[in-house]
C-alpha cells in the first residue's frame, strides 16, 4: 500500500494523490459525511503544513473558513478524530490553538476501496510507492544476524519471522529494533529508536510491515511507527 508521508520532498506530488484519494471517497458517501470531508479537504488544502505535518488553526478561523458557527467546528472536529483522520499532536491551551496531525495510514486504509474509480494508474501508484527513495540512504548493517524470537506468540513476533525470511539484511537495519507497544482493534502500535527511523519506515517499508501482520493476522489493519 502507498506509505508515504505527505511531508518533505516529493510533497507536491503526493499531497495530490491523499487529496484525490479523500475526495473520490468523500464522492461515494452520503452528504452528511461528504461534506465533512470536504471541510477537513477544504481545511488540509487551506492551512494544512504539509513540510511538517502540521494543522494549527484556531476555531474560530475555521468557522470562518468553513462558513459556520464554532459549535459546529466542534462537531466536526470531533467526527474526524473519532474517524481516526485527525490526531491530537498537542492539546489547545489558553493562548494556544491545538495541534492536529494526518493519520495517514487509517486515511489510506478507508479510500483504498475507491482508488481504482480514479484510474488502474492511479490505482497502482497507490500501492507501489514503498520502494526506496533514492535520496536516503538506508544505512545497512553488515550481516543477517540470528532470526527474530517468536515466542511470545503475538502477531509482530511471527510477522518480524516473516519480515527476516524475505530479507535478512533489511530486517535487521530496519526492522529488528521496532518494539510493539499495544494493540488497540486492528492497530498494531511499534516504537522506533529515533525519530529518523521511525520517518524512514513509515515512508519506506509500512506498506510491508502491514501485509506481514495480516498475512499471520488478517483483523490486523494498521500499523503505525512511532518515536
Not at 42 to 69: F, H, K, M, P, S
Not at 71 to 100: C, D, P, S
Request: hydrophobic share 40%; glycine share 8%.
Amino acid at each position: 500500500m502507498f506509505a508515504k508521508k505527505p511531508v518533505g520532498r516529493g510533497a507536491s506530488v503526493i499531497k495530490y494523490d491523499l487529496l484525490t484519494a479523500m475526495g473520490a471517497y468523500a464522492l461515494s458517501l452520503d452528504k452528511g459525511p461528504q461534506r465533512l470531508i470536504l471541510r477537513l479537504m477544504t481545511l488540509v488544502t487551506a492551512r494544512y503544513n504539509w513540510g511538517r505535518n502540521e494543522l494549527t488553526v484556531g476555531q474560530r478561523e475555521i468557522a470562518r473558513l468553513w462558513g459556520v458557527d464554532e459549535r459546529t467546528v466542534k462537531r466536526e472536529i470531533a467526527k474526524l478524530k473519532t474517524m481516526g483522520w485527525l490526531i491530537v499532536k498537542r492539546q489547545g491551551a489558553r493562548g494556544r490553538v491545538a495541534e492536529y496531525g494526518l493519520d495517514l495510514t487509517c486515511i489510506l486504509h478507508n479510500t483504498k476501496p475507491r482508488w481504482a474509480a480514479v484510474g488502474p494508474d492511479f490505482e497502482d501508484r497507490m500501492d507501489h510507492t514503498d520502494e526506496p527513495d533514492s535520496k536516503v540512504v538506508p544505512m545497512p548493517l553488515r550481516g543477517a544476524g540470528p532470526p527474530p524470537d517468536i515466542s511470545d506468540g503475538t502477531e509482530w513476533a511471527q510477522a518480524r519471522a516473516r519480515l527476516y525470511d524475505e530479507d535478512p539484511g533489511r530486517y535487521r537495519s530496519w526492522v529488528e529494533a521496532l518494539i510493539r507497544i499495544e494493540r488497540a482493534g486492528g492497530q498494531v502500535q511499534l516504537l522506533a529508536p529515533s525519530r529518523f527511523h521511525a520517518t524512514y519506515v513509515t515512508t519506506h517499508m509500512l506498506s510491508r510491515l502491514l501485509r506481514a501482520c495480516q498475512a499471520v493476522d488478517p483483523t490486523v489493519t494498521v500499523v503505525v511507527v512511532g518515536a
